[in-house]
């Protein structure tokens, strides 16, 4: 009886895993780079397969243009050929823009919320 055991190398030839980063106030705001840059080390370095890890701000996404939230919805769904991974969305802005827009911006798609409050998380 043969036995297959896959070995990191063998993970590295499958098509790469594709993450979504949606920072609340920007990429150069601190502490939320430090937390996103932290998270970018720690999955590369332990991911078997090549990441393409895009990271966008929801700053861009205004309240007060009323469509804006959702043409930035489709500028994302365009973007991606076929859905991220994973969605990472970093700080209260970037989980409430996620969680409203969660059934039209990748909805199967496995999502972490991070440094956040609990009392903001849609359960």
Not at 11 to 26: C, M, N, R, V
Request: hydrophobic letters at 45%.
């Amino acid at each position: 009886m043969a036995m297959l055991i896959p070995t990191r190398t063998s993970f590295a030839t499958g098509l790469p895993k594709t993450i979504l980063i949606l920072q609340s106030y920007g990429q150069n705001f601190k502490p939320w780079s430090e937390y996103s840059k932290a998270l970018r080390q720690e999955l590369e370095r332990r991911s078997p397969r090549r990441l393409i890890i895009q990271e966008f701000s929801v700053i861009t996404a205004r309240a007060e243009e009323e469509k804006a939230e959702y043409q930035f919805v489709e500028y994302l769904r365009a973007l991606f050929v076929r859905p991220p991974d994973l969605i990472v969305a970093f700080g209260a802005p970037g989980a409430a823009f996620v969680q409203t827009h969660r059934k039209d911006l990748f909805p199967g798609v496995p999502l972490i919320l991070a440094a956040i409050e609990e009392r903001r998380v849609q359960f």
